[in-house]
């Protein structure tokens, strides 16, 4: 039998499969539809300093081969997570021994640090600091796109954060390797990506954009082999780990991933489609591993490159 046990940034988890945030809720959601203790982690919905409503408007739009979504990061905030949703994820720790990721955006500098400092002193396992976050200071231009801008807000969470630091990375940022060494050189102990690319899509009957952004966030298997493409650049760029995610709907969807350098993977937009993704994708990666000789997974890792 294959075995999926995966170390990553000193947790053991069962598999290199994660529930990637927004998708998966905060894990009791998916408590009965999926064999938890199968899979790596979950990784929660996206949390800001300050509780938030999110956008107004549509929020999901369908594609032939992908989800649009303009969700707006609505969240109740990080204390009434760390006081009301953390000790479900907690117990679901405890009852499966998957590994718990608090997710982290920001409008400003202040508010990453604060966030962080506060998730830093409860009990959620790893950070994962999400960049792609609009920075109201410099004109809505978001943290991810330039390195600079990027490494500076790393750096900044990093002086407050002890726990394992994840930086979550946007796909548009000009340069993806720059990118990841800037935020290797910040303190980042891993890096995720990718998040949602920016599209747009027309009612017709309306005459005007579907959402009221007029552009949101596209993920899917559209995304996937584009994805694929900046988590080999991720993994050819830095020492620190990779996490691959982006239209991984199959177990050798994820495989891809492995093989490019990743070393875990997260499940998003298929958990909409297939609501046992997770343990799907997980349970293909061990029948694949089996049917081609692989006896641990680490084995897969790098192995195309």
């Known amino acids: 039998m294959a075995d999926l046990t995966t170390n990553l940034l000193g947790f053991a988890m069962h598999s290199p499969v994660i ?13 009965d539809l999926v064999d938890l203790g199968k899979i790596g982690g979950i990784s929660g919905k996206g949390l800001t ?17 992908g ?36 997710n982290l955006g920001g409008h400003s500098e202040e508010e990453y640090v604060e966030g ?37 807000v790393v750096g900044m969470v990093r002086a407050v954060c002890h726990k394992p630091l994840i930086v979550k990375l946007s796909p548009q940022a000009e340069n993806i390797p720059d990118m990841c060494k800037a935020a290797e050189a910040a303190g980042a102990d891993a890096v995720s990506l990718t998040n949602t690319f920016q599209a747009c899509a027309i009612d017709l009957e309306a005459r005007r954009p579907v959402f009221n952004n007029i552009f949101a966030g596209l ?3 559209a995304i996937r082999p584009i994805a694929l493409r900046m988590v080999w650049q991720a993994a050819g760029a830095v020492k620190i780990p990779v996490i691959g995610l982006g239209g991984i709907a199959s177990g050798e969807d994820a495989i891809e991933f492995l093989m490019a350098g990743a070393s875990a993977v997260q499940v998003g937009a298929a958990n909409f489609a297939n609501p046992r993704a997770l343990q799907t994708v997980t349970e293909e990666i061990g029948q694949w591993m089996d049917a081609h000789g692989v006896a641990h997974v680490a084995e897969l890792v790098g192995a195309a490159r």
């Not at 990080?78 to 021994?97: D, N, S, T």
């Not at 009990?123 to 390195?147: F, R, T, W």
């Open 19 to 31: 529930g990637a945030s927004g998708t998966v809720g905060y894990g009791p959601e998916y408590e």
């Open 49 to 65: 300093l300050h509780a938030q409503y999110g956008n107004e408007g549509a929020r999901l739009y369908e594609t032939p081969a």
């Open 67 to 102: 989800l649009m979504n303009s969700i707006g990061l609505q969240n109740p905030g990080v204390a009434h997570f760390i006081a009301h949703e953390l000790p479900e994820m907690l117990r679901l720790k405890q009852a499966y021994g998957i590994v718990t990721l608090a």
């Open 116 to 152: 962080a400092r506060l998730l830093d002193a409860s009990a959620v396992d790893m950070i994962e600091l999400n960049i792609s976050c609009p920075n109201v200071k410099k004109g809505g231009m978001a943290y991810g796109v330039k390195a600079a801008c990027a490494g500076a």
């Open 219 to 221: 993920s899917g298997p």
